[in-house]
């Protein structure tokens, strides 16, 4: 039986920070508590456990344009959070967890700004018919956590650029997003704000359940730091996408060349190359360049550009580059 409410407010706009502060909270919750979790990140996708980042994201142009990659624990799909965005966690033990009554908050909380929603059967709410909340789930050691977005003034044309997948032919064995019509609230409540929203869930939290909240104190960041940095970690966002394939083509003046890679992990286990070039040594140069590199554009800019004459390397890594890798 939950006895007991406490809510968390992140003054970070740091996914790393923030997620490793949700499983902080997680590990240290109570038998007896529900932690109410409440939080933003700043121009950010997040992909799901067991998301091929590649499939999900333009990975180079998030980066180039100051975005951040996160993963989370929890599966579901790929979205994108920005400050016109609001981020909850439920966070209890597994006999306390109860999603009808979770989701029953978020609903509470939009009635408290006027607007009516539904359920839809994808761990989704909606409102006019529209998508502006998605749900996960995450269990770990007897206790579960729910989490989910809000979207109260997102700015959906970022979301639609970054969360396009990549024109790159990857055929990915891990778990593709559904897309969905989504919708601001604000669109439904034109004076709604972040800010209003939060309040607004905070009510609502305390009337679904029945009992005064705590506002909790700032957690440490010595007990956050180093998970922090392994959720910003190469390996933990790219390093754990399953296999896959990636090709692309081009010409150029000193001829065709098709480039198919096999990856595990992130890192290219198999490169084979097809080319008209008079160069015939260029294939086997490049196949054993390529061997062992991760997919990533800046390390394999370095590599070719120590392999292969100027040019081509030139050519071959804008090639890549097109495919917003």
């Known amino acids: 039986m939950i006895n007991r409410l ?11 920070e923030n997620l490793a502060v949700e499983k902080q909270l997680l590990d ?23 998301q091929n980042p590649w499939s999900e994201c333009r990975c180079t142009l998030l980066s180039e344009e100051g975005g951040r990659l996160a993963r989370r624990l929890s599966g579901g799909g790929a979205v994108f959070h920005d400050l016109g965005n609001l981020n909850f966690t439920f966070l209890c033990h597994e006999k306390n967890y109860d999603l009808s009554r979770q989701m029953q908050v978020i ?23 529209r998508k502006f ?11 579960s956590y ?51 929203m939060k309040q607004h869930m905070i009510n609502a ?10 506002i909790l104190g700032k ?30 083509s081009g010409r150029y003046n000193w001829g ?8 595990k992990n992130a890192v290219i286990t198999s490169a084979r190359v097809y080319t008209d070039s008079m160069d015939w040594t260029l294939a086997e140069k490049l196949q054993e360049a390529l061997s062992l590199c991760h997919l990533h554009a800046e390390e394999i800019e370095r590599v070719l550009a120590t392999s292969l004459p100027a040019q081509i390397a030139e050519d071959i890594t804008q090639l890549l580059r097109n495919q917003e890798i």
């Open 107 to 129: 609903q509470a909380a939009c009635a408290l700004a006027g607007i009516e929603t539904q359920l839809s059967g994808r761990n989704d709410i909606l409102a006019d018919g």
């Open 28 to 50: 240290t919750v109570t038998e007896d508590c529900c932690i109410f979790y409440l939080w933003q990140n700043e121009n950010t996708v997040v992909i799901g456990r067991n």
């Open 219 to 248: 957690i440490s960041a010595e007990d956050i730091s180093r998970l922090a940095q392994s959720y910003a970690s190469w390996d933990y966002l790219y390093g754990k996408s399953a296999p896959f394939t990636f090709s692309c």
């Open 146 to 196: 729910h989490h989910g977005t809000l979207m109260v003034c997102a700015d959906t044309e970022k979301m639609q650029r970054y969360l396009t997948p990549s024109k790159a032919k990857l055929e990915a064995k891990g778990v593709k997003s559904v897309r969905s019509r989504v919708v601001n609230l604000k669109d439904l409540s034109p004076s709604l704000t972040c800010e209003e």
């Open 205 to 214: 939290f305390e009337e679904v359940y029945g009992l005064k909240p705590d």
């Open 6 to 16: 406490e809510i968390y407010i992140a003054d970070s706009f740091d996914p790393y």
């Open 256 to 263: 065709q060349i098709e480039l198919q890679l096999q990856l």
């Open 133 to 143: 909340s998605g749900n996960a789930f995450y269990n770990s050691g007897g206790k």
